[in-house]
């Protein structure tokens, strides 16, 4: 084994025993700075891989976060509208009238008193969805209710005016508001 490319080029006169020892330490050198270097890149990578996983963790705990917060709100809008409805709502709606109604393009019905049925297609009580049931309310609470939840509160359609057509033979004949069928 003593016939190595150093040997032979120690023996043709190109290379000398301090230059030989020179080579050797640069080349361990770079083998070490190799190492080194790819050790480097290897913390470089899982740092930039833990941030990137923080980064994810945080959106996601962001969005989870906001989503609780909207149910959260959610539920106090419902509280709220449930408390307007109990403390302001009419209690002595029981009566003996039917009055018809549609919620969700379904039709439904109460039964009001008189005084309520006269109060409703005046305008002054409004159907308020309560969970499963219905109750009424007056007009101003109504409106407090559908400025927390549109969906709350069922349109009364009542129109006080009333089109006339020119040439309506009845036009002279006015239908009574208080017309029971």
Not at 12 to 29: E, M
Not at 52 to 80: G, Y
């Amino acid at each position: 084994m003593g016939n190595t490319l150093f040997d032979q080029l120690k023996k043709a006169g190109l290379a000398d025993k301090n230059k030989a020892n020179k080579i050797k330490q640069d080349k361990y050198k770079n083998k070490k700075q190799k190492k080194k270097g790819s050790a480097a890149k290897q913390v470089d990578e899982s740092k930039l891989l833990a941030k990137k996983a923080l980064a994810e963790s945080t959106e996601r705990d962001r969005k989870i976060n906001l989503q609780k917060k909207e149910q959260a709100d959610r539920k106090a809008i419902a509280a709220q509208i449930k408390q307007l409805i109990e403390t302001h709502g009419v209690q002595d709606q029981d009566g003996d009238i039917i009055y018809n109604f549609t919620d969700a393009s379904v039709v439904k019905h109460i039964y009001v008193s008189e005084q309520g049925y006269k109060l409703l297609m005046a305008g002054r009580l409004v159907i308020a969805k309560l969970l499963e049931g219905y109750e009424l309310v007056p007009a101003p609470i109504a409106e407090k209710i559908k400025q927390r939840d549109p969906e709350s509160i069922i349109a009364a359609e009542h129109s006080t005016e009333v089109e006339l057509d020119e040439d309506d033979p009845y036009a002279d004949y006015a239908i009574p508001d208080d017309l029971m069928w």
